[in-house]
């Protein structure tokens, strides 16, 4: 689990600015300078999501991402439930491979399309939305929408922390639609100028629930990847190719 300290005195500064058109601008700026000077990350996920009515448990996920063209590849750490699950995008251009990893058929590999309802399994959001862009960009499309809403409010703590890290804690809540979403919480990194924590919350019978969050973890920026991080040919990683003929069924989705 990962932890969030939150400031103890609201402070507003001219970066980020305590407004929805402010916090807007911030984002877009960090999003272009984060596409120009990083090329490649590796970070440690921790994510909870609420999957048909209930919040799921902490899954830590590994992951190497690359930016253009846009791969991953990511290892579940834990819960025991898919631990050892390994998912390579793209396979054959458009699909992702994935080893199921758990206890009951752990070694299984099976492509998949992105949109598959079988990707969909353990999240809400496709293997082309996976990471910190991706993470921009939902923030960005929410404070557009909410760009006339009068009601929409912005606060900037200052000395907030996620495991130890200085942020900057941004919180964004609204009057309307309050069952959609309510409040979101953004925490971004003072040293590495990108966000780390994305957190939203709905209110129902005028109680806040979790929808989800998403903690980046131990991120390195530009790293030196081995040239076969985004290959299904690494011998390190648990894909079950088996012969030629097992390895067309893998890679057409039928059970070996």
Not at 45 to 65: D, P
Not at 146 to 168: H, L, M, S
Request: proline content about 5%; some cysteine.
């Amino acid at each position: 689990m990962f932890v969030l300290v939150l400031a103890a005195s609201l402070v507003v500064t001219a970066q980020p600015e305590a407004s929805v058109s402010g916090v807007l601008r911030y984002a877009e700026a960090g999003r272009k300078r984060f596409t120009n000077e990083v090329s490649a990350y590796r970070c440690l996920l921790v994510k909870r999501e609420r999957l048909s009515g209930h919040l799921s448990l902490h899954t830590y996920i590994r992951a190497a991402v690359r930016r253009e063209p846009f791969s991953v590849y990511a290892t579940y750490l834990k819960p025991a439930g898919v631990a050892g699950r390994e998912v390579l995008y793209p396979v054959d251009g458009k699909c992702l491979l994935v080893r199921v990893g758990g206890k009951v058929s752990p070694g299984m590999t099976l492509q998949l399309l992105p949109e598959a309802p079988l990707a969909h399994s353990d999240s809400n959001h496709s293997i082309t939305e996976f990471g910190l862009v991706a993470l921009v960009d939902r923030l960005i499309a929410g404070l557009r929408e909410e760009q006339d809403d009068p009601t929409c409010k912005v606060r900037i703590f200052d000395k907030a922390k996620v495991n130890g890290v200085d942020c900057w804690h941004i919180e964004v809540s609204r009057q309307r639609n309050r069952a959609e979403w309510a409040i979101v919480k953004v925490f971004v990194d003072k040293a590495l100028d990108v966000p780390i924590y994305y957190g939203a919350w709905a209110e129902r019978k005028q109680k806040l629930y979790l929808l989800e969050e998403f903690a980046f973890l131990n991120i390195e920026l530009n790293p030196k990847l081995p040239p076969l991080t985004f290959s299904m040919r690494n011998p390190s990683y648990g894909f079950y190719l088996g012969n030629a003929k097992q390895r067309q069924a893998v890679l057409s989705g039928r059970l070996p």
